[in-house]
């Protein structure tokens, strides 16, 4: 087991470098754009953390999708709070998630089908216990993310 473990810290570390040097090629081509695309530098250390914990015991959550705009938030863009969490964060894709209210603003959940690790820095009157909604930038994608059960460890 810990043989295994240890491969796959040097296969992050070796993904570290790779992500790096894709940032690096990613902030030249968009240096002269408005915005550049920069990635999430904590993704892959957050990977690290998870295998720490390995073995884990995965609970199953229902996950849903929403957006900041009105069909979920009933704020329009412009609107005071418009993108803001109920902890004060701005929304960010692939970060933010609707957690609910037994787990504290800034606990992290890393949903296993995602393969991402999340933060809760919102609440939804829909968000009850078994349930989270994660942040997505447009309604389409929302949509087409339904409702599924996932398999959901909360990181220490």
């Not at 996950?63 to 709070?81: L, M, N, Q, R």
């Not at 933010?96 to 933060?119: H, K, M, W």
């Given at each position: 087991?810990?043989?295994?473990?240890?491969?796959?810290?040097?296969?992050?570390?070796?993904?570290?470098?790779?992500?790096?040097?894709?940032?690096?090629?990613?902030?030249?081509?968009?240096?002269?754009?408005?915005?550049?695309?920069?990635?999430?530098?904590?993704?892959?250390?957050?990977?690290?953390?998870?295998?720490?914990?390995?073995?884990?015991?995965y609970q199953?959550?229902?996950?849903?999708?929403?957006?900041?705009?009105?069909?979920?938030?009933?704020?329009?863009?412009?609107?005071?709070g418009y993108?803001?969490?109920?902890?004060?964060?701005?929304?960010?894709?692939?970060?933010?998630?609707?957690?609910?209210?037994?787990?504290?603003?800034g606990t992290?959940?890393?949903?296993?089908?995602?393969?991402?690790?999340?933060?809760?820095?919102?609440?939804?009157?829909?968000?009850?216990?078994?349930?989270?909604?994660?942040?997505?930038?447009?309604?389409?994608?929302?949509?087409?993310?339904?409702?599924?059960?996932?398999?959901?460890?909360?990181?220490?």
């Amino acid at each position: 087991m810990k043989f295994i473990r240890n491969l796959l810290i040097v296969w992050i570390v070796l993904l570290m470098f790779v992500y790096t040097f894709f940032f690096v090629v990613n902030l030249a081509i968009n240096s002269n754009k408005k915005e550049a695309i920069i990635p999430k530098q904590e993704t892959i250390i957050q990977y690290v953390e998870v295998i720490r914990y390995m073995p884990v015991q995965y609970q199953n959550f229902e996950v849903t999708a929403y957006t900041a705009g009105y069909e979920s938030t009933k704020k329009k863009h412009g609107d005071i709070g418009y993108g803001i969490t109920a902890s004060g964060e701005v929304v960010t894709e692939m970060t933010t998630i609707a957690c609910p209210d037994s787990l504290s603003f800034g606990t992290r959940v890393y949903i296993q089908e995602l393969e991402n690790v999340f933060t809760c820095q919102d609440r939804g009157s829909d968000i009850i216990e078994g349930k989270l909604d994660v942040y997505v930038k447009n309604l389409e994608e929302a949509l087409n993310f339904g409702r599924k059960e996932m398999s959901v460890m909360v990181l220490p």
